[in-house]
């Protein structure tokens, strides 16, 4: 052969064997000597190794593809036989084994026609008269057999051929043919697995029935070698062929009865054994046979009948007679067998075939149905007849459908399929005896063609068959026929039913596809096929819930077919799918969507997560992704580790963002048992609750089928207690069900009646022991949480009282059992309430026992118990006290509601039976007897700081109110020394550990409330005070001086290296790291963070890996150091490996929080953030060249883009120093491991340096601060003397701050040096736009300064602007100082040089409002006051600069989004009565353009206009109206329906309905239910108020309202009147989200309380763009308010609310204390007599208050008895009570009796209403009003035990500061009285003109409004007419504080209001 380089190997080995075959197809062998034959024939063995591996040893099989040697050999091997006449045995026997070297090196296909050729050539040589020969030959068998196994799809037939020739040989007349045949069948099982193996052993075993004993012999010993080669014992390795093996045998039994023995002996088990093991394989032939005699023998041998023998295996023998296939033959098969038993029956007359199949005919069709599974089509086809035979014989007699017919088949396999399943998973799971692997495949495979028998009605039983195929579908040998199945499955289901499985499925397969072989993957394929391409249209919804396909490239068709189908999604939609199929059941698709999610978060640098983690608050979309994160972080169970580390990373990519701008979803599905079970109802009622909210997901999500069969028992069971039966989903079986009971199984949602329906007629048994008693406390003798719970549950089950919850709970016996606690955690709190209400004294003792102890555990010193065990049981046991709180808060209610049923009887509908009162006070009995101590001790060392804080709190709030009580009695004793003693104890170690508690909540406005009550503050209160506030250096003083009493305290020497850390002194905290090692190195452990953290801060790196090399604890600091060293080598796999450990340490705490712990967690979820930042920074760095002359160009693009990333993540975490700083610190150090790379990391570095310096100022920490800027500068960063020069203007220093700006400003050029001449606007033009904020800065300063001209300050300002063109900033304050100084001139100047003022600061606020949104709340406004203003002066309006305010205010309408005008819209339109026409031309537009734009939330605002009283207002708005509707969009039918439904809402609200009756909507107003469903928006304030984007950018794309504001859907005829004066109407609205919205028709000039929403509205933007307020989430709850015109309006309901007066009656009630009787009148009328005011407040304290002791707090206690959110609730309470106190004293807002105070029942907030009494209105009163806002005794106790001081005063003051910083904005607001006035005023104008004509609208408004002004310049007036003075905020809140709480002040109140609650 010539050589060609050209060619590859393959070509070339092709290439010879064509030559090869050439040769010896056209020419004979030349020399055909026997030795050269000989010869040949070996070499031709030899050339297959030699063209493969080079040489003729053969190393290994080939990989080469398509080598076809077998087809080259044969005729070689055919011209060499041909050739040899002598037939030499050494020729022959050297071409049979080249023919196996072919076979071995052949990997081309081959035809059925060689596959032939090659058995007939190996048969001819293994009759061969030689035994070599013979032998070679069958060495080739093997060799042929070998290579069918390696085909990927083994031909199963081609093998039997195989067995079927050498079972022919083995009958063989020739004993010789048949011994080395033996031989050849033992070969091949020694080398086959399979269809091979079995029929070796097969044709193996049947020659033990051999009569010669050699041919025997030969056989045992080849079986036995198969023995020792499988490593089995020969049981075990026949077992899995018996059903072949046993009946041949049992067949000779009668004639060759030592074949058995042979066997028997083989196998060492008796005869006896053997037969009776075999009975289900053997009795099915005899009996087909009707083989009496052979039956008789059997039972003969088993001691037994025939007919016995029959019943025993019934189901087999039955389910071989109905698939026998000749002709008759199952009948007269049936026919035999009734015989046979009719013969042994004493009574026969009933026996009939159909009773033989309803004796076992689940079991039955389960073996028929396996067969269904068979290879062989054809017992496939016989099994399906089967299974249609068996349908008939035993269908009823009265069939509602045809004989025979298809449908009468699907209705009898759909009543047995849920049997079948079940009985097949048992198999599967093996419960009932060992399956090999075949047999497994074989069930496998006919789960799918069962599903073809039964069709669409297989969903019923789908969630069992995805458990089996989910399971199975990981185990390799099994992957193939669960894929084949699942195919089958899909495919036979309904388009809709096919939905919920996709997600699954498509999960399942994207996570095991590596697992799969070829032909698995083919079949996956073909399900993701028919899912995606052919069902993709009809998934709906589901088309969500299909998994990322692009990771695997044989799915890119299907991929992108997927993709096709989405191609419409937007970013949240897909986000909300992830999110959605996140929380999934099914752990597989959870698994996918994490990994998905995980690619979507990070895809385009984050960008898009970090557009919705942006602003002041972030999108609603956070919370549901933060939720759905924690959720899946916090899934128990098995399998669930990869999940968490998806969820981690996730959370680290999502960042530690900041938890007071977004809200979690957080879902509570607990139910309270109020009845204790003995309420039916209620009992089947949480019967469901257990089904929908625990069973049916575990069910559907667990891949354990035993579990699952126990958790499908216990649904089972309760459906049967709900007394559901199968009559509600049988077709015609509905009549047969009462009502109730199908409105019960309606309730339920679909997913879970498709999953509980078969479960209807399931027949699920369980065998139960009855556990023995447990000792307790079992707590104590459980190794592990898991243990306790499960075992502390099962023994509660078995005490359950009550026939109702011992039916209930009995059913949970086993699934508690089961590893996943889920279940048991459940039903545990239900257990204990169950048992504690029992009045079981010894059971009661039982269970308080067990909280002891595991109480005790959490504060014993001693404790062997794991961390995880004491945390987890100490949270179950407060989830378990929380549960018995709730109980008791629900029942006393649920008693009051009974009460008060006018003393009449109990309410039918009540729940709480008859002896509610004694279980109510056995289990209050039980929860007083435990220690709060304890219990505030617990809690503390498991870090439930919460709880503790409650406990000790309630125990202080006693102790005050028994001192209190006591000190009155004194007092009205005249006993001093009573008093003093009172007045003596001493609670100061109370408060020091209150301090402690705020301090580890992170509450330091608590933390400072406790400060005031502590009379001299110990070290320790010092020291967290300090810390708290970050005043670290007075915090090491600290430390250092309780070093020196204690050197050898380590929790000292960890607060002091904690302040060094803080500090930023690396240096000296490694030091002293060091020097406490040298004296304490036992202390290694507790200081190796701060030690790895100080060793890689001073770049001590080989010191660092020494460190975390040698250590085995895992603080963070070491996790991280891992990851950094990593970096530092640059080697990717220890990287990964790193991040991986790291995320799943430091995701510990996260999973043990649960879904609601974000903030609990935080430090966690901050250190993943460091995480995930470390490893970004990374891959871009990692990129970047060292050498400074490389092409950077691709890497500097991609370090800008990190850059910009990084900031995006920086600005969403929580703006506080202790949580930034770690942040820039570690990218500083990420950044420094590979500063040589390039400039840009060093810049970087020193931005870093300087972000820092930033965050330290603004949190006061000066020290830390100039440190920072020290290291920027350093670092050489541009800009960071801006940076010193702001830190020294905190110092309150701005003229030296100033001085100092502007000495660096003439260095760098920015200036001219002093005595150099400016070139003036040349100068400036040589700076860019990042310089303009230096100018804005240095204006700034200067103006503060007071020492410069306003025109210098002016330029300078001017300047910035300038620079920045389009800055908003810029034009902003430069247009605010011009509005300053406008202000500042005197009266006489404001017409002219005013003017001019005017029209700059005009100018200058429409290009900030066209630039940006973020001043928008201060310009726009200001804008429309200073034109319209403009516009009603005579000397102005015909000016030019007032033209060309008109020109720049028209510009910007045109060309700025309209969002920004609609957030001054009411203040615009309040002027549409305008007098200039040139202005109301210019607002005409403005109103038109907003309409247009936003007609939906406009119309609300402006409809009412339309109907004013005014005639002038009302016909320039129906002009406006007019005009749009003859636009060709939406807006003119909204403007129909909107007018219509405007009309009819002003009729029903001004209704006279003085009877009080209720109302019929149809009869009073039917228009309004005629308009429904509308797309008019219901007025809800959230869809009434515009949002602005977050950046400070023109986005004219925003849209600024919820997109899915609910619209009406209909209105409910029912309208109730309430009893107030005004007879308002309560409308009952169904929203078009399905939620119901109750408004309130008011005959009432409802304007004041409109705007004063539109006022609350504005205040709310501002505290949330106010990091303080946002940090404490202060807001005002508001309302929506329209109003429909001058006299009457819309207002909305605001649900969960109740008035704070009945919360009081009832405490008070409960009390026995009347809240109304002679002795308050009495002690009033004392009060006015007194002759001061300290006199009036000596009584109003002595006996009014001491007949009411505050009893508020006890409020907070019951409704919110879980301690986080009791909290939480309380805090809010304190802050919205602070925000609405300074608020409602701004606005002068009187009338704040109880009333008119709401508390939120949900979360503990304040809702005011009823807004009449504004503008110091109340001090007009009869009795004035002289208290500036309602703080009366139990207003204050509801703050706890810090009263008005900490968390109230601070709240306060944050308001107060920003109501006083925003003054002029929000006087805007108030703009709109004026100009659109009361009714009041303008009766007012109207009295106040007939005395005085120069009286117009402005003094009346002045009036009115310019007390506000005063207030928010600071000026404080104790009464409108006292003279004022300024004060500082803190002082204006003390001195307000005072006013309110002053006893003096509250004595005078009216005593209605009262001021004694």
Known sequence: MDDDDSLTDHDLIVRALAEVDARFAEHPVWNTAATALEALAKKLGTLPCLLIHGEERCPCNTQKPDMNFVAVYLKVAFSILDSDDSTIATVSAAVYDSLGKSLRHQTADMDGRMFEDIVGFIARGMKNPNRTIRLAAGRALVDLTKFLQRLEVTPTEWIVAVFQMISALLKHTDLRIQETTAITAGQIGRNASGVALRESICALVTLFCDENPIIKGTAVLQLHALVKHHKKSPYSLTAPYMYRIAPYLVNQFRTRPDGVQECCRFLSVSQYDFINLTLKYTLPQLFAESDLKGLEAVAKEMNSSVALLFLDQAHYILAHAFMLQGIGQTNRTLQFILNLLKAAATDASSLQISTLLGSCIVLLLTEIVICLGDEDPDVVHTAAKGLRNVARLHAPSKSRFPSGSDEEFAAFLKEYMLGVISTLNDMLQEVHGKQSIEAKQ????????????????????????????????????????????????????????????????????????????NRGRQAAKQCLDYMVLSRGQELGPHLAEVADLSSIPELADTNQALAALRAQWTPQQRLTALLERLESDSLAVAIQSAIELKAFLTEADENYIRSLTFGDAFDPLVGHLVSALYRAASRDGEGTETLHDLAFACIGVVGAIDPDRFELRINDNRMIMLSNFTDERESMDFALHLIRDVLVGAFRSTSDIKYQSYLAYAIQQLLQFCKFTPALVNPGGSNSVPIR???????????????????????????????????????????????????????????????????????????????????????????????????????????????????????????????????????????????????????????????????????????????????????????????????????????????????LEQQLIAYRIRDSKEKLDAESAGAKERVEAVMSRDYQDHFERLHELYAHLDEPDGMEGISTMIISPSLEHQIRQHESTGTWTSAQSCWEVRLQYEPDNLEYHLGLLRCLRNLGHYDTLRTHVMGVLTKHPDWGPHLIGYQVESEWMVGRWDAVEALVNTTEARPPAVLLAHILLAMR??????????????????????????????????????????????????????????????????????????????????????PAFRIREPILNMRRTAFNLRVAHGDCLRDAVGKSWLASAKIARKAGHVQTAYSAILQAERCKTQFSFIESAKLIHVRGDPLRALQDLEKTMR???????????SDGDKFYEAFGAEDRKIWAIRARYMDQTDRFEDSKVCKVFRKAADIGAKWESGHFHLGQFQDDCFKALPASDKKGRGLKMNFQTVRCFVRAIRYGSKYIYQTVPRVLTIWLDLAEGEETKNTEYFSRINDEVRHTIRHSPMYKWFTAFPQAVSRIGVQNPVVYAILDELLSKVIEEYPKQALWLFSAVAKSTSPQRAQRSKAILNKLKNKRNEVPTLIAAMTKMTADLLHLSKLDASDKKPLSMSRVCSGLMRLMPSAIIIPLQESLTANVPPTSASNARFYPFPRNAPTFNRIYDEIEVMSSMAKPKKLTIEGSDGQIYTFLGKKDDLRKDSRLMDFNAILNKLLKSDSDSRRRQLHIRTYGVVSLNEEAGLIQWVPNTVPIRPILLRLYDRQGISSWNAKVRSAFDQIKAARDNDEAAQIFRRTVLGMFPPVMHEWFIETFPEPTVWLASRTAYSRTAAVMSMVGYILGLGDRHC???????????????????????????????????????????????????????????????????????LMNVLDAFVHDPLVEWEEKVRRLTRANPLVDMRTVSQDALGPIEEKLKGIFKPHKSSPGRQLSVSNHVQSLILQASDNANLAKMYIGWAPYH
């Open 442 to 517: 074989k069930i496998l495979r006919s789960f799918g063609e069962f599903a073809k028998q039964v069709g669409p009605a297989i969903i019923n039983v789908a969630p069992q068959i995805m458990a089996t195929l989910q399971t199975t579908l990981v185990v390799p040998e099994l992957s193939d026929a669960a894929l084949q199945s699942w195919h089958s499955f899909l495919g036979v289901l309904d388009p809709v039913d096919i939905g919920p499985h996709v997600g699954p499925t498509s999960a399942s397969f994207v996570a095991s596809w590596s697992l799969f072989s």
């Open 741 to 951: 009971v199908r409105n019960r199984w309606n309730s339920l949602p679909k997913h879970v009646l498709e999953t509980v329906s078969p479960l209807l007629e399931s027949r699920f048994s369980l065998e139960t022991r009855p556990l023995k008693p447990q000792s307790y406390p079992i707590y104590p003798t459980q190794a592990t949480y898991r243990q306790w719970v499960q075992v502390w549950t099962s023994d509660l089950i078995q005490k359950a009282n009550g026939e109702r919850a011992t039916q209930i709970f009995q059913v949970f016996t086993a699934v508690v059992r089961n590893k996943d606690v889920g279940v048991a955690h459940h039903l545990l709190p239900h257990l204990v309430l169950n048992v504690l209400a029992s009045g079981d004294d010894d059971n009661a003792g039982a269970i308080r026992t067990e909280i002891l102890a595991v109480l005790e555990d959490q504060v014993d010193p001693a404790s062997k118990s794991s961390e995880d065990k004491k945390l987890l049981s100490a949270q179950t046991v407060f989830m378990l006290l929380d549960h018995l709180n709730k109980w008791i808060r629900a029942v006393r209610q649920d008693i009051a509601r009974q009460q008060k049923a006018d003393g009449r009887r109990a309410s039918r509908n009540s729940q709480v039976s008859s002896d509610a009162a004694e279980q109510l006070l056995r289990i209050d009995s039980i929860l007083e007897n435990i220690d709060q101590g304890l219990m505030a001790n617990a809690a503390f060392q498991c870090k439930a700081y919460a709880r503790s804080l409650m406990n």
């Open 1129 to 1214: 080598t640059g080697d990717a796999a220890a990287i990964d490996t790193a991040l991986v450990e790291a995320r799943r340490a430091l995701g510990a705490s996260i999973a043990a929080t649960g879904s609601g712990g974000y903030r609990r967690s935080y430090d966690a979820v901050l250190n993943l953030h460091l995480v995930h930042e470390l490893e970004i920074i990374n891959s871009v760095t990692g990129r970047l060249h060292v050498e400074p002359g490389d092409d950077n160009a691709v890497a500097g693009v991609s370090f800008d883009t990190l850059m910009q990333r990084l900031s995006a993540r920086f600005d969403s975490t929580l």
């Open 1307 to 1317: 260095l760098r050029g920015y200036l001219p040096k002093e005595g150099e001449p």
């Open 1795 to 1865: 009333e008119n105070i709401l508390l939120d029942m949900m979360c503990g907030d304040v809702v005011h209403v009823d807004f009449d009494c504004l503008f110091e209105k109340g001090q007009a009163l009869e009795t004035p009003e002289v208290v500036p806002f309602r703080l009366t005794q139990n207003i204050i106790a509801g703050f706890g035990v810090t009263g008005v001081e900490g968390v109230f005063r601070i709240s306060c003051e944050v308001t107060l500061r920003l109501l006083r910083e925003n003054k002029d904005c």
